[in-house]
């Protein structure tokens, strides 16, 4: 589940956004920080002296959890700063539910839902209605959700919300909006490749998880070819039944709110609980992977593996040993990659922590095609270190330092505490799982690090991919000396009949 | 998974970052009710200080913002500025160093190690390969010397061990952004951490982080289509201005910039009367400004530095580039407009709105959902600054087997529209709502609100033109959208860029391509 977004979500086709006029000083991947370096004791310090009071009392403010008889839950978040009022509506199921065959459905329903709009008025009339109240309703799916969300000022809250639970309740699904849906994705599908960091995540995860696993099987021109109307609609039907996850902020009166959504969501039958998954994670095969693209002049160099999901007890040591390896300008992947040999402006990675199955372990480095193999060891001789290179005081404190002290910002607003909790609820976790998370993280010791690196880092399980220009990386890669070189096919499939044309 | 029709996070990120200096918002009592919380100071050295309270939660963000980027990187240099910037995290003869008298000494013999090797390096004639190679091992050998000084890092790690989160900056054509958040009782201490820097720089591990600046580079320009594309079309739009120099710099320059010429430019452009910083959130003005007086302070005062004499000459003949390559097709084209002081400079953020803001947009409606021959389109402005004059462009991302040339004739066709016919009194009202809505909703962020407040503040001349902007939304008229729209969208003034796909080489095993 992804926090749900007031607006349609980025679909990267290559804008020519603002990242094209903005240069940074650390990349997307370099998530949260920390550090290791060796402090001189001549060092006066200075900042050292500056009083640190204490922190003014906060207690963040909880939204209202009220369960109703059917099962579903809803959450309201007062907040009177600004006139608006937001809510959204979380629905289990998602791509990794949908047959092989339709991968690409969940994209397709999230776009056609929204746009089809429902029998009293339609997605053209709806942009109208919304668009001149600066207002949004948006429709959306994820891996294992979906979700529709609504936002508007005060003023024009009931008649959004009203419209929101109609397209919720009756949408009509339109064949004119599913065949623009499917252009869209297929515009997509037919550009994937034209993207080196986008091949990198995708073919990353695919070694991972496999190219057919439900969490990686990726939309062909067949594959959304092949969904019809039909689909959608009985998505919709099947995903209605699950338990609905109904959030509410913003400038509200709570009873009348909570008679409002009561009354929406009240009459629903009972709840059908989620069918149990029976994934299997295997994790990838080692080696090396490598992908040839002749118009870059830099390579994507992934490093895989398995990691976990946050119901482990292990997680708090793993994300502290997580900032050590490659949280960010302190860890050892960027101290040393970037830092010390000037080899890559991005440079990051960890073990992924999921809520309800195994993220993955991974490790990513962008450098110019002759440091491949430079950059790629430097990496790896991180990663293997994590068994082999002490983990010292200095590096266990300021992790556990960077990421306390900025723990205050998972919940610094009311949107964040409600998303949260919908998180919570969402997963199966329990409502205090911040502060439990919390009391473990303070609870890290020098030898859980040890212990955890022990167990979970096997540098002889990961898989290097490495996408980049072949003629240019010299050394070439067998220098790795990680056995045999393995090129991945991504030519896209063209079936017979492209879906993009069918009109 | 991704799902949705088009890229609302560009649209989501011009509202938030670049249209803050367009759109404004609220009405007279969200002005007063700002007056009440905001306190602004000049210091003598010239630094403006900015606080806003806003006690949600005890945090606070800042803003720092310079009101230099890389257009003003000197002839040769391009790339400077960015460069400067990676080089404001590198610490300062305080913190970073193990000895800073002695590191101070071991960057001297770096220099000049780096101006031997460069002047070897660049004698167009007799250049003896021997001597360079011997000169680049002094140079290396320099730099670890200068290396056993520094603590790596420890700026930032300090940063981040007091709680800085979102920590970053960032270097445009017209200026660079230095920005966080933390808790609140960090304040001081945040002080103390930007002020040094601001006053402070010093030139450490400059050559290892060009390397990675050049590697920034190839990420988003050499290996990314759309950053080739861009670089292209820019440098052939603009003939004088530096708005058509690489922003990020050409290879050649940005691979020969020297520590010194990067402390050039801080002398120069980081002087008091080119700072603004802002810090919004649990912050106490009353007890927090006489301690942020006292820190920032030490920024060095000084005059800004003169404004820069070129101006774009006016275009007067169409240009176009086109590239043939194994990528999919994009089309891309602009139009000079003026800066965002113009008096037209809501007219053309009505024209942006009116064009691409949302579904109900002219180019979705005509390109994406009738005539199907677009996954997106859309018109923004300005690009790619807005301090001077720039572009007013549009792109389209074609539909499998659709071409640029379609896209550029149906752009043309929605332009003509505009200069013909009237919008309609719903599309001008949308946008002034939309507009007032949109900066409403930014209030709530900290972040957000410093980053307009002390940029508001720099090309202002005052923070309150973020709410009194709106006046000059409320006046765009249709009669202006039309009268703007035929001055500008001509023939004579418009360069274009596309992206022509080549079939691949047979045999190849890379595919990606139809």
């Not at chain 1, 397209?167 to 550009?191: D, M, S, Y």
């Not at chain 2, 320009?221 to 690489?246: C, K, M, W």
């Not at chain 2, 071409?403 to 332009?415: G, L, V």
Request: aromatic share 8%.
């Amino acid at each position: 589940m992804r926090n749900v977004q007031m607006k349609q979500n980025e679909r990267n086709l290559g804008s020519p956004r603002r990242d094209l006029r903005r240069q940074t000083v650390i990349g997307a991947l370099c998530l949260a920080f920390l550090g290791s370096a060796i402090l001189s004791a001549q060092q006066s310090k200075p900042w050292e002296k500056i009083p640190i009071p204490k922190l003014h009392a906060f207690n963040p403010q909880e939204p209202k959890r009220i369960e109703l008889k059917n099962g579903i839950v809803v959450f309201l978040q007062e907040d009177h700063e600004l006139p608006f009022i937001s809510g959204s509506v979380l629905i289990p199921g998602g791509s990794r539910d949908v047959e092989t065959a339709k991968a690409g459905l969940i994209d397709l329903y999230g776009m056609a839902w929204r746009t089809s709009g429902t029998a009293k008025m339609d997605g053209d009339a709806m942009d109208d209605f919304l668009e001149a109240r600066a207002a949004h309703i948006e429709t959306g799916g994820d891996v294992d959700s979906t979700a529709i969300s609504w936002d508007s000022l005060k003023g024009d809250s009931d008649q959004v919300f009203a419209l929101a639970m109609d397209l919720l309740f009756h949408p009509k699904f339109n064949e004119e909006k599913l065949q623009l849906a499917k252009q869209q994705e297929a515009t997509g599908i037919v550009r994937r490749n034209d993207d080196e960091g986008g091949i990198a995540d995708r073919e990353a995860m695919k070694l991972v998880y496999g190219a057919n696993s439900p969490y990686t099987r990726q939309p062909e021109l067949a594959t959304v070819g092949a969904v019809s109307l039909a689909d959608l609609q009985a998505w919709h039907d099947r995903s209605l039944k699950g338990k609905l996850i109904v959030g509410i902020s913003g400038d509200f009166d709570p009873v009348a709110m909570e008679a409002k959504v009561r009354a929406a969501f009240e009459g629903l039958p009972p709840v059908e609980a989620a069918p149990p998954r029976h994934d299997e994670f295997a994790g990838p095969k080692p080696g090396v992977y490598f992908i040839n693209k002749e118009d870059v002049n830099q390579s994507n160099v992934e490093i895989v593996g398995l990691g976990t999901d946050r119901r482990n007890p292990d997680v708090p040591a793993l994300a502290v040993m997580n900032e050590i390896l490659g949280g960010g300008f302190g860890s050892r992947l960027f101290q040393k990659v970037r830092t010390e040999l000037g080899l890559a402006y991005a440079v990051g990675g960890g073990f992924g922590l999921a809520y309800d199955h195994p993220a993955a372990f991974r490790a990513m480095v962008m450098t110019k095609s002759a440091s491949t193999v430079d950059a790629t060891k430097a990496a790896l001789a991180e990663i293997a270190g994590l068994n082999t290179k002490p983990f010292t005081e200095t590096e266990l404190n300021r992790a556990k330092d960077d990421i306390l002290s900025s723990f205050l910002f998972r919940y610094d607003t009311r949107d964040k505490v409600l998303a949260e909790r919908e998180r919570l609820e969402f997963y199966g976790y329990p409502a205090d799982y911040l502060e439990t998370y919390k009391a473990g993280l303070e609870k890290v010791a020098l030898a859980d690090l040890t212990a955890v690196a022990k167990k979970y880092v096997h540098p002889d399980k990961l898989a290097v991919l490495v996408v980049g220009n072949g003629p240019q990386i010299e050394p070439s890669l067998d220098k790795l000396n990680l056995g045999p070189i393995q090129t991945i096919d991504i030519s896209i499939p063209q079936p017979g009949r492209p879906a993009s044309v069918e009109k | 998974m991704k799902s949705g029709a088009f890229s609302w996070f560009w649209k989501s990120v011009l509202v938030l970052l670049l249209a803050t200096m367009s759109f404004a918002i609220a009405q007279g009592q969200d002005l007063k009710s700002f007056e009440q919380r905001i306190t602004t100071k000049v210091l003598p050295n010239g630094v403006t200080l900015i606080i806003c309270e806003r006690p949600e939660a005890p945090v606070f963000s800042y803003s720092t913002f310079i009101d230099a980027g890389d257009v003003n990187d000197p002839s040769g240099e391009s790339g400077l500025a960015h460069m400067f910037e990676h080089l404001a995290f590198k610490g300062t003869s305080e913190i970073g160093t193990k000895d800073w008298p002695a590191e101070k000494v071991a960057l001297a013999k770096v220099e000049a190690a780096n101006d031997a090797y460069e002047a070897e390096y660049l004698k167009p004639v007799g250049r003896d390969p021997k001597k360079l190679a011997e000169l680049h091992k002094v140079f290396v050998e320099a730099q670890n010397e200068a290396h056993k000084y520094v603590i790596p890092n420890q700026f930032t790690e300090v940063a981040e061990a007091n709680g800085a989160h979102g920590l970053n900056a960032q270097t445009g054509l017209d200026d660079t952004q230095y920005f966080w958040s933390m808790p609140e009782n960090r304040l001081e201490l945040w002080a103390w951490l930007e002020s040094d820097r601001l006053a402070d720089t010093v030139p450490r591990e400059f050559y290892k982080e060009r390397d990675v600046v050049m590697e920034e580079r190839r990420m988003r320009t050499d290996s990314n289509p759309i950053g080739r594309l861009v670089e292209q079309f820019l440098a052939t739009a603009y003939v004088a201005h530096n708005y058509g120099r690489s922003g990020v710099g050409w290879p050649s320059e940005l691979s020969q910039i020297s520590a010194t010429e990067a402390m050039a430019f801080h002398k120069k452009y980081y002087v008091g009367g080119d700072i603004v910083v802002a810090v919004v959130g649990d912050v106490k003005a009353s007890e927090a400004m006489p301690m942020l007086e006292k820190y920032f302070s030490k920024v060095p005062g000084g005059p800004k530095p003169e404004e820069m004499t070129t101006v774009e000459p006016k275009q007067f003949a169409e240009k176009s580039v086109i590239i043939r390559e194994q990528t999919q097709p994009f089309y891309i084209e602009g139009y000079h407009r003026p800066s965002y002081r113009d008096p037209d400079d809501a007219v053309f953020d009505a024209i942006q709105d009116i064009m691409s803001n949302g579904r109900v947009s002219r180019l979705y409606r005509s390109l994406v959902e009738q005539q199907q021959i677009a996954a997106e389109a859309e018109g923004f402005s300005p690009f790619p600054g807005d301090k001077y004059p720039s572009l007013f462009a549009f792109y389209a991302v074609p539909l499998p087997g659709h071409t640029p040339a379609e896209m550029r004739e149906a752009i043309h066709k929605e332009i003509d529209k505009l200069k013909t016919t009237d919008v309609t009194d719903a599309e001008l009202q949308m946008y002034k709502t939309r507009a007032r809505a949109d900066l409403l909703r930014g209030l709530a962020d900290n972040q957000g609100l410093a980053s307009a407040l002390s940029e508001y503040q720099t090309r202002y001349g005052d923070w309150r033109e973020l709410f009194l902007q709106l006046d000059k939304v409320d006046k765009v008229t249709k009669a202006d959208i039309r009268r703007v729209a035929n001055q500008v969208f001509v023939a004579s003034n418009r360069t274009s860029a596309e992206i022509d796909t080549e079939a691949p080489a047979i045999a190849k095993q890379d595919g990606g391509t139809e």
